[in-house]
């Protein structure tokens, strides 16, 4: 039956699926005669995929369209969408518990064993210079200011010799010029405590007070002033700041005077160190300044240099590492570097064809480093001759090569000379 609303029911409210649909089996088919015509009066809307009659034609709607049963019993006259099912809560849980483990596990053993397949194929060596590319490329896309160190460099320092650098104070000149004897690098830690620089020099001072001043900036590869490194185009004040200043340099040279005055040999050297030279008359010092900022540094490399060399640390933490040639067996190789920081107020002393690099950690830093001709490591200095004339010269040029040296042979051309009573290298 339709009523005029048109609320047909062909099963009460509340039946349950199994009662529906034997009622619905029970019911006789009436048999439709399909060239049968309803009279214009009496026309209504027929659902003939429900066997349904309504006299309304303003009815719309069919809420028995489709039974949608559903637990308990009951059916809903709304069809069910797929995107309405509400997801089951334990695959989140499943998923919240697997994707770390399957990071750690890809991290941790899939790229190690990808890793070591790849060296099988294509060569360890090959397979090493393919991860310091790919660091070298992470730290250019990453890295604030220019690259300074490679990742090939930075393997080398990381490789470091468990050995400490010798830290002494409050120490004689006799006992000094012992611990240069043996060639042994070494910081005194209270080398600058006569020094009047020491606690008026740092970077903003120096800056100020010698504005004029020429610096070489090495992320600019150019010569500017002291007072024009915070008018960089390509940075902001001091942001990677780094570079050097020489005092033999014209422009320089009228500060010289002023900065070895507040610089003196320190009281375990001799007054005459900065000058004093063998067989010939004294001779102007030879000084070089370094300022850089926290981030920047100098790659392993080797100063072509005869000279024992001063430094001293007048502002700002710098890390340090030395490394020289070592006796292998049949074959000779750069020893495993000794790193180390060296603090304000410290001066360190190393020696020729000592590879080296610095690192500035903390703060602006400004140091001084200077050249002396004695005291001379003679020890050190007959067994690197030693140890590099026991091996071809191919060998020797190929260890120097590692360092980007210009000049190959350039230990050749020092030597131990003795004058009054002194030992120098030269």
């Given at each position: ?120 194929m294509v060569g360890s060596d090959f397979a090493q210079k393919l991860s310091f590319f790919k660091q070298d490329v992470i730290h250019i896309l990453t890295s604030e200011c220019p690259v300074w160190l490679s990742a090939k460099e930075r ?272």
């Amino acid at each position: 039956m339709c009523s005029s609303t048109c609320t047909c029911v062909n099963a009460q409210v509340g039946l349950t699926p199994l009662v529906g649909a034997v009622y619905r089996a029970r019911m006789p088919r009436k048999k439709t005669n399909k060239s049968s015509k309803l009279p214009s009066n009496s026309r209504g809307s027929t659902d003939e995929r429900r066997g349904t009659y309504c006299n309304d034609k303003n009815d719309k709607h069919d809420q028995f369209e489709r039974q949608n049963f559903r637990k308990g019993g009951t059916y809903s006259t709304v069809p069910e969408q797929p995107g309405n099912k509400q997801a089951d809560w334990r695959v989140g849980v499943i998923m919240a518990i697997c994707l770390p483990i399957s990071i750690l596990i890809f991290w941790k053993v899939t790229l190690p064993v990808m890793w070591w397949i790849l060296t099988v194929m294509v060569g360890s060596d090959f397979a090493q210079k393919l991860s310091f590319f790919k660091q070298d490329v992470i730290h250019i896309l990453t890295s604030e200011c220019p690259v300074w160190l490679s990742a090939k460099e930075r393997a080398f320092l990381d490789d470091r010799s468990n050995d400490g650098i010798l830290r002494v104070s409050n120490i004689s000149r006799e006992g000094f010029e012992d611990i240069v004897r043996r060639g042994e690098p070494v910081i005194v830690t209270d080398a600058l405590r006569d020094w009047e620089s020491f606690g008026l020099y740092d970077c903003g001072y120096f800056m100020r007070k010698f504005p004029e001043a020429e610096y070489f900036d090495w992320q600019g590869q150019e010569t500017i002033n002291l007072g024009n490194i915070t008018n960089r185009p390509a940075f902001s004040g001091l942001q990677c700041a780094s570079g050097y200043m020489e005092t033999s340099w014209d422009s320089n040279r009228k500060y010289a005077k002023e900065w070895l005055r507040k610089m003196p040999p320190p009281y375990f050297l001799r007054e005459d160190a900065y000058v004093r030279h063998p067989f010939a008359e004294d001779r102007e010092p030879s000084i070089t300044g370094f300022l850089g900022v926290p981030g920047t540094g100098v790659a392993p490399h080797l100063d072509e240099t005869c000279d024992t060399i001063m430094t001293a640390q007048l502002a700002g933490v710098k890390n340090w590492s030395v490394s020289w040639p070592v006796k292998d067996g049949e074959r000779i190789r750069w020893g495993k570097p000794i790193v180390f920081t060296l603090y304000p107020g410290e001066a360190m002393f190393w020696y020729v064809a000592m590879r080296h690099h610095t690192e500035v950690i903390e703060d602006c830093s400004l140091s001084f480093s200077f050249l002396l001709k004695s005291p001379a490591p003679t020890e050190y200095f007959q067994r690197l001759v030693e140890d590099l004339s026991s091996v071809p010269k191919m060998e020797q040029d190929a260890l120097f090569k590692e360092t980007e040296t210009a000049k190959l042979d350039y230990v050749d051309t020092c030597g131990i000379l003795t004058d009054d009573g002194r030992t120098f290298i030269a």
